[in-house]
């Protein structure tokens, strides 16, 4: 797939594929992080533990490259500082007249707040109107889901409707509030523009 595979960085803010190395630290904050994340992720008959030991992370690591290598995703791990921070995915990927897909996304809970996710997401919302040749991103937000709303409420995506019983997440199938932004909507400007501020460095850099 054009744009793929591919890193993309913003100061202290990195995306990059993910390498079967990244396992210990990738596990370490997936399970410091069960409650923060599992209202959002989801539904599985897993635990949160089969799900995220380490063990987990290579076979999770070959589905993501298969699927970008069959073109129907772009999955990036979120660095920030050299610390792996989380995790945004492209995925639902269509070309043809569509050229859509769908942005999803979590920050490590101690991270929160730095606008890191934002700085992601206009990274590759830039990257999918460039090198990927997309014309719409799609995001698709819990109305409970406040911190996430403000993601795009921030980067000025455009709400484009309410899609019920939408996604089975945290054993339930919950309503979803639909956010969308074509390449028309950006004006010859980038989202990475349009966000302004870019996150501090992190104190553990020195920087
Ligand atoms: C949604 C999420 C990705 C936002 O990432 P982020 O990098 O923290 O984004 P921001 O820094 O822009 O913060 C967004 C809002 O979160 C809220 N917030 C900030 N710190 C927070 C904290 N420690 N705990 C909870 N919410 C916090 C604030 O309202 C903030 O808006 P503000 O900057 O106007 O104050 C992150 O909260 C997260 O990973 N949540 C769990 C997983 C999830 O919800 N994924 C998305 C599913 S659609």
Request: with cysteine.
């Amino acid at each position: 797939m054009p744009g793929w595979p591919a890193d993309l960085s913003a100061g202290p803010v990195l995306l990059r594929p993910p390498k079967l190395r990244d396992g210990r630290a990738w596990s370490e904050v997936r399970l410091r992080n069960e409650r923060w994340l599992r209202p959002w992720e989801p539904s599985s008959s897993a635990s949160w533990y089969e799900r995220n030991s380490l063990g987990a992370w290579p076979p999770l690591r070959s589905a993501l490259r298969r699927s970008a290598a069959a073109g129907t995703m772009l999955p990036f791990m979120i660095v920030y500082g050299g610390r792996i921070a989380g995790q945004i995915n492209v995925s639902n990927v269509v070309h043809g007249a569509l050229r859509s897909c769908t942005v999803g996304y979590w920050v490590d809970g101690e991270l929160a707040g730095r606008g890191i996710v934002p700085t992601a997401v206009a990274l590759v919302i830039d990257h999918c109107f460039g090198a990927v040749g997309l014309h719409r991103v799609e995001i698709d937000i819990r109305p409970e889901n406040a911190p996430s709303l403000r993601v795009v409420e921030k980067l000025g995506l455009r709400r484009e409707g309410y899609y019920e019983r939408f996604l089975d997440i945290d054993d339930g199938w919950r309503d979803h509030v639909a956010f969308a932004v074509t390449v028309e909507e950006m004006e010859g400007r980038s989202m990475l523009s349009r966000l302004g501020r870019l996150p501090a460095p992190p104190a553990w850099t020195g920087a």
